[in-house]
């Protein structure tokens, strides 16, 4: 997978977000965008099919997480929506991450890319211990998160660009490490725990960075995207 910045849309409505998408109208790049729950919630799958229709590439951000039963038949409807890449939680189990897959495999075969969430990148390995009752560091639990993914046969994890490298150590190079909690050196970390520079991720192994507020919220979005792009990819 050729490196790239993905652009979360949080955004309220379809509104804010063409509003946001028209400043990026004269990039050469057109940029591979996320939409997460917020904006899919509000507006249902027409957002989808028109920012497909506009030519972006899309993760859909929804992060499943029930029974497999379940899961299996949701991802069966968000393969009609033709998207690159979607997601469940790790921690949904092996099982649910196998039936994710199925559902998601379109009759031709084909399907996007399916990936899973190891530890949001908002959670510090002491709330993971004290609230969640994991006894393990935040590390092992994320290589044993990967593990069990490719074990359900995933294209890769959602992690922090600080694990990124230690994932693809224990899972190959191949497996994707896509990840949230980027910040620019001198920005606002916010609710994120977890996170690094788009340049730092970059030398650490991260194959997408997902960068929001550090864009939308900017100034001037298009000169952020733009540094981002040239930190990354370079
Ligand atoms: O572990 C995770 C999983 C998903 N996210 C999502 O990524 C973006 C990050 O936005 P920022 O504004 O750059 O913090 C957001 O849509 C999250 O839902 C994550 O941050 N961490």
Same mark, same amino acid.
């Given at each position: !997978?050729?490196?790239?910045?993905?652009?979360?849309?949080?955004?309220?409505?379809?509104?804010?977000?063409?509003?946001?998408?028209?400043?990026?109208?004269?990039?050469?790049?057109?940029?591979?965008?996320? *939409?997460?729950?917020?904006?899919?919630? +509000?507006?249902?799958?027409? *957002?989808?099919?028109?920012?497909?229709?506009?030519?972006?590439? =899309?993760?859909?951000? %929804?992060?499943?997480?029930?029974?497999?039963?379940?899961?299996?038949?949701? !991802?069966?409807?968000? &393969? $009609?929506?033709?998207?690159? !890449?979607?997601?469940?939680?790790?921690?949904?189990? *092996?099982?649910?991450?196998?039936?994710?897959?199925?559902? %998601?495999?379109?009759?031709?075969?084909?399907?996007?890319?399916?990936? +899973?969430?190891?530890?949001?990148?908002?959670?510090?390995?002491?709330?993971?211990?004290?609230?969640? %009752?994991?006894?393990? &560091? *935040?590390?092992?639990? =994320?290589?044993?998160?990967?593990?069990?993914? $490719?074990?359900?046969? %995933?294209?890769?994890?959602?992690?922090?660009?600080?694990?990124?490298? !230690?994932?693809?150590?224990?899972?190959?190079?191949?497996?994707?490490?896509?990840?949230?909690?980027?910040?620019?050196?001198?920005?606002?970390?916010?609710?994120?725990?977890?996170?690094?520079?788009?340049?730092?991720?970059?030398?650490?192994?991260?194959?997408?960075?997902?960068?929001? $507020?550090?864009?939308?919220?900017?100034?001037?979005?298009?000169?952020?995207?733009?540094?981002?792009?040239?930190?990354?990819?370079?």
């Amino acid at each position: !997978m050729q490196h790239d910045v993905i652009i979360a849309c949080d955004f309220k409505s379809a509104e804010d977000t063409f509003r946001f998408l028209d400043l990026f109208k004269d990039e050469e790049r057109k940029p591979f965008l996320k *939409i997460g729950m917020e904006l899919f919630y +509000a507006e249902g799958p027409a *957002i989808v099919r028109e920012i497909k229709r506009r030519g972006h590439r =899309i993760f859909l951000d %929804l992060k499943l997480h029930d029974i497999p039963n379940t899961v299996k038949k949701a !991802m069966a409807v968000l &393969s $009609r929506l033709d998207v690159d !890449m979607c997601n469940v939680h790790a921690a949904g189990t *092996i099982e649910m991450m196998r039936a994710a897959r199925e559902g %998601l495999t379109r009759e031709d075969g084909t399907r996007p890319l399916l990936i +899973a969430v190891t530890q949001l990148t908002s959670t510090s390995e002491e709330r993971m211990r004290e609230e969640l %009752l994991i006894d393990a &560091s *935040i590390n092992d639990t =994320i290589v044993k998160y990967a593990q069990n993914t $490719r074990a359900a046969g %995933l294209d890769g994890v959602v992690c922090s660009p600080l694990e990124a490298g !230690m994932v693809h150590g224990a899972c190959g190079e191949e497996f994707l490490t896509v990840t949230p909690g980027v910040r620019f050196a001198d920005g606002d970390v916010a609710d994120q725990v977890r996170v690094t520079t788009p340049a730092r991720a970059r030398e650490i192994g991260s194959d997408l960075i997902v960068v929001g $507020r550090p864009i939308t919220a900017a100034e001037d979005p298009v000169a952020a995207y733009r540094r981002c792009v040239a930190e990354f990819v370079g």
